[in-house]
């Protein structure tokens, strides 16, 4: 320390000293701040790593690399209306899974279904899924044995998909992943509170009847009915014998008919579109917070009956034994075991059929 003291004392060699300890801070900052990085963006793209996609931008090149996991991740089209999109969604959850991939899906998807849904599956942009070469993979819609082992890294399912089969074995999972959107819940609790009015202790009972293009397309293409009058009466005098204080509350893209043909003489019937014009996802979450369900045909009201829980009643037999639906359709793959099918009725068919043979 006295050697020290004496060299300080020359100004020149304090001047000197200063700088020397400087330059040493410096550098040892410096090293400290770049392994500090170095270590982040390790730790980053390891999290990444199997997971995620990574687009670096090459400005020099005007171009995107894009740095693809070894593991691959697989997707599904998406299309038809919102209970194919749930369908496509929970069976490329659960099919992923099985396979051991990460699941991705498409962005008009992920438009479909997030502001309705709390679903937490990335969502592949475009200017990436076409930089893939795809193993495209066509489902029927029911679980057979070999899907549990497809190969292939970057697989594309395709198929209008939604049976339980897919997927029943993680029904938590599935319910968690279609959780409903707080301020649509609440939306649609008020509605129940509402009709309910002084009524205590009361049974909902969520009745959806598909009408729309099926009023044509089932009997003309695919040798079918839809859901009538007959059927809705037996349906709703099997919960009103049940259960007390019952409240049926039903959703219709007909809501016209079903005004005219559901018995409502017990006051006890209500529709979405009163006193507002219901949304999709008004209508589902209503059904979805009943305690039971009716349905008709179609995955909206199979969905319905699914998220609800409790007992639900849909219609079986709607088509006629050598109808083309039935080759891609079945009917222990759509609706679960303990569900309550009620066959059709299918004389108007019958009838039309002897009639041409008769001309």
């Given at each position: ?24 801070i ?69 099919l992923?899974k ?8 498409l ?42 082992s ?11 998909t ?19 959107h ?14 309910r ?5 009361v049974t ?19 040798k079918?009915?839809?859901a ?41 019937v ?9 949304t ?39 088509t ?35 009639s041409?043979?008769v001309?």
């Open positions: 320390m006295a050697l020290l003291n004496k060299s300080c004392a020359d100004p020149a060699m304090k001047v000197f000293a200063f700088l020397t300890f400087f330059y040493f410096m550098t040892v900052s410096v090293m400290y701040k770049y392994q500090l990085k170095y270590h982040t963006l390790f730790k980053y793209v390891q999290s990444l790593e199997n997971t995620s996609i990574i687009l670096e931008s090459e400005a020099e090149k005007d171009s995107e690399k894009v740095v693809i996991s070894s593991k691959g991740f697989w997707t599904i089209n998406s299309i038809g209306r919102l209970g194919n999109q749930m369908g496509e969604y929970a069976t490329l959850y659960a992923a099985l396979n051991g991939h990460q699941a991705y899906i962005p008009s998807m992920a438009n479909y279904l997030s502001p309705i849904f709390k679903i937490t599956l990335p969502t592949l942009h475009d200017s990436v899924r076409k930089k893939i070469h795809w193993k495209d993979y066509n489902l029927n819609d029911w679980m057979e044995d070999q899907y549990r497809i190969q292939g890294d970057y697989v594309s399912l395709s198929g209008y939604c049976s339980w089969t897919f997927y029943h074995h993680i029904h938590s999972e599935i319910l968690r992943e279609l959780t409903l707080d301020f649509i819940v609440e939306e649609a609790n008020a509605f129940l509170r509402h009709i009015g002084e009524r205590k202790n909902y009972v969520g009745v959806h009847v598909r009408r729309g293009d099926y009023v044509h397309v089932m009997p003309n293409i695919w079918g009915v839809i009538d009058k007959k059927y809705l009466d037996t349906a709703m005098a099997y919960f009103r014998n049940k259960y007390e204080n019952v409240v049926f509350v039903v959703t219709s893209n007909g809501m016209d008919w079903c005004k005219q043909n559901i018995n409502n003489s017990k006051g006890d209500y529709f979405s579109d009163e006193p507002k014009q219901a999709v996802a008004f209508d589902f979450s209503i059904l979805a917070h009943c305690n039971h369900t009716i349905m008709t045909i179609g995955t909206f009201g199979f969905w319905a009956g699914y998220l609800a829980g409790g007992e639900t009643i849909y219609l079986t037999n709607f006629l034994p050598e109808s083309p639906f039935l080759k891609v359709f079945k009917y222990e793959a759509a609706y679960l075991p303990e569900w309550i099918g009620i066959p059709a009725d299918l004389s108007p068919l019958l009838h039309e059929n002897a041409n043979l001309h």
